[in-house]
């Protein structure tokens, strides 16, 4: 397969939908976009796969086999190539960057687009096109060592960087209301920041009315117009931030994350900074019986970890 050919073409083609800018040719310009991303990413696996091993980095499935000098060696098998997922473990493994936060505003308007449908227009994929610029710009040039310029051709590079000039404007209105809000959290104030819209999936969500207090902030969308308030808002911008450290937890058996807070009950309570990015409810986090670590998934029975309080309970 020639995965370059295809990568170059699928952006291509993306940026001219985008601007032919009829409904169904937006719909198309998303996927395109997405997938030339995608195809790009694959480049980079394939190029750091061992010599005979039919690419083996680019494919979902790895079989194992001995090479005539008798060496276990892996090699791809089957038709189905990598996902995202295998994609993101496979770089943080072989020292591949991207920026996975750019990546992921680009999919979430990839997986929202068939429900947003009725209401897209052309503002609404500056952003897709946008982050899919500055990802692409610096992918290709660090981790391909190509010019994205040549690459892409001059006529498809120009359209991506005019309207991702327009788009950094808006983004950085976004920014400025943001950022007159006291989060009180580095990592909510950090995941609002890469937040996007519920409704559409765009990243341009503006806090208001700005200067004010976090449990009273409301974000409206600039692209669609959908709002969103602080209870909402915080919990999802915190899943969303922490989503690879939440998906390590279940893959790896790390700690938790964030759980649900013991005092609001929203899935705000942040684990690192032992307090809840909604209520400030800061949890005792050793157990006053043993002096043990309260597991986060245990916070509920804090000031107790699980075991004493079931050790309570049970003598009652
Ligand atoms: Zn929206
Ligand atoms: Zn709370
Ligand atoms: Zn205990």
Same mark, same amino acid.
């Given at each position: ?7 170059? &073409? ?5 940026? &001219? ?9 937006l719909l ?9 991303? +995608? ?8 190029r750091k ?14 079989? !194992? ?16 190539t990598v ?7 496979? !770089? ?10 750019? !990546? ?31 990802? +692409?710009?610096? !992918? ?29 404007? &808006? ?59 602080? &209870? ?9 931030? +922490? ?74």
């Amino acid at each position: 397969m020639n995965l370059m050919t295809n990568a170059i &073409e699928a952006i291509q083609v993306g940026v &001219e939908d985008y601007k032919n800018g009829s409904r169904r040719r937006l719909l198309a310009s998303v996927r395109n976009v997405y997938a030339g991303l +995608l195809l790009f990413y694959k480049e980079a696996l394939r190029r750091k796969s061992p010599p005979r091993s039919d690419e083996v980095l680019v494919k979902a499935q790895v079989k !194992f086999q001995k090479n005539p000098s008798g060496q276990i060696v892996a090699i791809g098998t089957g038709r189905k190539t990598v996902n995202v997922h295998q994609i993101r473990e496979r !770089f943080s493994s072989l020292g591949i960057k991207t920026d996975w936060q750019k !990546f992921k505003k680009v999919s979430s308007v990839r997986n929202d687009i068939e429900h947003y449908y009725p209401c897209i227009n052309a503002e609404a994929l500056q952003s897709v096109i946008a982050n899919a610029f500055v990802l +692409l710009r610096d !992918f290709i040039a660090k981790e391909l060592r190509e010019d994205p310029m040549c690459l892409l051709g001059e006529t498809t590079w120009d359209e991506m960087l005019q309207i991702a000039e327009v788009y950094q404007a &808006e983004r950085k209105a976004c920014e400025e209301t943001m950022e007159s809000i006291d989060w009180n959290s580095p990592i909510l104030s950090e995941a609002v920041k890469n937040l996007y819209c519920a409704e559409c999936g765009v990243d341009l969500l503006s806090a208001i009315p700005v200067n004010s207090p976090r449990d009273e902030v409301s974000l409206k969308c600039r692209a669609c117009g959908n709002g969103e308030t602080a &209870e909402d808002l915080i919990p999802r911008a915190i899943s969303d931030e +922490l989503s690879w450290e939440q998906y390590l937890s279940f893959t790896d058996g790390n700690e938790f994350p964030y759980v649900s807070c013991p005092e609001c009950s929203i899935e705000a309570y942040i684990i690192s900074e032992e307090k809840c990015a909604y209520c400030d409810h800061e949890a005792t986090h050793i157990c006053i019986r043993c002096g043990d670590n309260i597991l986060p998934e245990e916070l509920d029975s804090s000031p107790l970890c699980g075991w004493c309080a079931y050790m309570i309970n049970k003598n009652d």
